[in-house]
């Protein structure tokens, strides 16, 4: 039977009565957080209070608690055991035999950075500072990802990195990579072009300090760790204008779909916790001990002497920092973390100090970071990430410099 139009309309407004019902919606208390959280006037506020948090649970937890259990673990039983039971030990690092200084190092260290041992200031760095950090930090970012605040972030940081050519997305990637570069530029498959996975890529390698530095910088230069932070992350903006103008490639709008807010569940965030840290123990570990085995064999045979005092016009002169500190940088190639830690061996201003930390922080990002961005750019992408990282150690170290200088720190 063919109905007319009049006729249809019947049958379906009959149909309808049958099967839909109508309510008045109802918003619960996770709906309304949601709009709240992704509008800028509230969302911006709630942001900071959000990663504020974040990383006060990241110092407080990872950098004060944990550590200040490890760190006797070090300073009373294990380095005291390897000063006595290493042989070769004399008065002084240049009367100890070859190996008791790569394996032990400096005999008369007064903090377990300063001895610059293999066994020594390479595990103290790796399981006493390190790992707490790397916990703490993975601990926070497991609890955001399950709890559905990460992609409502993308969406409020989306005008800020539209302003660079990146999508608000690039703010996950960038927060991975307070805790690790390497997953950081993992993360950067979800941007949409090949421009924007170069920018991030190369702003990552840069500017961004992992986890394992945050924690060793911590040490270092304690008072300063906010103002070193602040000056990175404006770098990291102003050279991504940069990137964006000369980098070519489209840098389409975000579409991003938003889970709605749930409440983690903790053996999920224990699983994802211990599936990172298991990890770090398995790459980074070894990486520490075999860069400082390396650095210290250099040392011991001339070579970082040597590249110290042939570079020693640029270190004095345009850095304003001594020859010395191309051990820390040589260093930097292997472990970032590592080679800030060498900067408290070496006799410093505090000015310093705070533009020492600034050159290792964007210098060649650590081996493993430079073999993820070639696994996943390719080698013309990593040789020309090398080339924005030279012009950028050399124009941000230097206005580090001159801001230090002005300061008059």
């Known amino acids: 039977m063919t109905l007319k139009g009049d006729e249809r309309w019947e049958l379906i407004d009959e149909i309808t009565r049958k099967t839909v019902r109508l309510e008045e919606d109802k918003q619960s208390l996770l709906d309304i957080v949601g709009e709240l959280t992704v509008r800028p006037t509230t969302g911006l506020p709630l942001a900071i209070a959000v990663l504020f948090g974040f990383f ?45 200084s790569v394996l032990v190092g ?25 790992l707490p ?80 530095q945050l924690g060793v910088m911590l040490q270092v230069v304690p008072e300063h760790l906010g103002f070193i932070l602040l000056y990175l992350v404006v770098s990291f903006f102003i050279a991504g204008v940069f990137l964006s103008e000369f980098t070519p490639g489209r840098s389409p709008e975000m579409i991003l779909d938003i889970p709605p807010y749930r409440m983690p569940q903790w053996g999920n965030i224990c699983i994802k916790t211990w599936h990172n840290v298991v990890g770090f123990l398995g790459t980074a570990v070894p990486m520490v001990l075999i860069g400082i085995l390396i650095v210290n064999i250099l040392y011991l045979v001339g070579v970082i002497t040597w590249i110290g005092s042939v570079l020693s016009p640029l270190f004095l002169g345009y850095f304003g920092v001594p020859e010395e500190t191309a051990m820390p940088l040589v260093m930097a190639f292997l472990r970032k973390d590592v080679a800030i830690a060498q900067i408290t061996a070496i006799t410093m201003t505090t000015a310093q100090k705070i ?50 200088t002005i300061l008059g720190i």
């Open 56 to 100: 006060s649970f990241f110092y407080t937890f990872g950098l004060s608690f944990l550590m200040m259990l490890l760190d006797p673990l070090f300073k009373d039983l294990i380095i005291p055991w390897l000063l006595e039971t290493i042989p070769g030990r004399g008065p002084t690092l240049e009367e100890c035999s070859f190996i008791f």
């Open 133 to 212: 950090a790397v916990i703490a930090f993975y601990m926070m970012m497991a609890i955001l990802e399950d709890s559905g605040y990460m992609p409502r972030l993308a969406v409020l940081l989306d005008t800020v990195f539209n302003k660079i050519g990146l999508q608000g997305f690039a703010a996950v990637p960038m927060l991975l990579s307070f805790g690790c570069n390497v997953p950081g530029v993992e993360a950067t498959r979800n941007l949409e072009t090949k421009k924007q996975r170069f920018m991030m890529v190369a702003l990552l390698g840069i500017f961004i300090p992992c986890g394992a």
């Open 355 to 404: 533009i020492a930390v600034t050159l290792v922080s964007i210098y060649f990002p650590c081996l493993a970071t430079f073999i993820m961005v070639l696994k996943e750019e390719g080698m013309i992408s990593l040789l020309k990430t090398i080339a924005i990282l030279i012009v950028c150690f050399f124009v941000f170290g230097g206005l580090m410099q001159g801001i230090v």
């Open 106 to 130: 400096d005999p008369n260290a007064l903090h377990s950075f300063e001895y610059l041992g293999v066994l020594t200031s390479g595990l103290y760095t790796a399981i006493g500072v390190v």
